[in-house]
């Protein structure tokens, strides 16, 4: 499995960017994916989730702000964040999981992206 993650980047408060993560490895389009990020200092939190059928998730904090779609044709995740906040600054790090021989799940990670919010 390899997740490689786009897109990340320096923005003033209120701006937007869009993060991208190219999965390969996997039958993308019955996967299950998530971002999360990591702050300084802070354990790794789960931002945003989309299931094989199509619902999605969000943490209260980014609700109504970030989207998350995938384009099944391109084994891609996307990650839509509008009306950033300084405390959006993080590592962003595409995710999904794989069920191994002993019938547990395995996570898969990416390298990470920077998000970095400020004025």
């Known amino acids: 499995v390899q997740l490689v993650e786009s897109g990340g980047g320096s923005v003033q408060p209120g701006g937007s960017l869009r993060l991208s993560c190219a999965a390969s490895?996997?039958?993308?389009?019955?996967?299950?994916m998530n971002w999360y990020r990591q702050a300084p200092g802070k354990q790794r939190e789960l931002v945003a989730a989309s299931d094989s059928v199509g619902s999605t998730n969000y943490a209260d904090s980014v609700k109504g702000r970030f989207t998350i779609s995938r384009d099944n044709a391109k084994n891609t995740l996307y990650l839509q964040m509008n009306s950033l906040k300084p405390e959006d600054t993080a590592v962003y790090y595409c995710?999904?999981?794989?069920?191994?021989?002993?019938?547990?799940?395995?996570?898969?990670w990416g390298q990470g992206t920077q998000v970095t919010v400020s004025s």
């Open positions: 490895g996997i039958i993308f389009s019955s996967s299950a």
């Open positions: 995710n999904t999981k794989t069920k191994n021989p002993w019938n547990r799940f395995d996570d898969h």
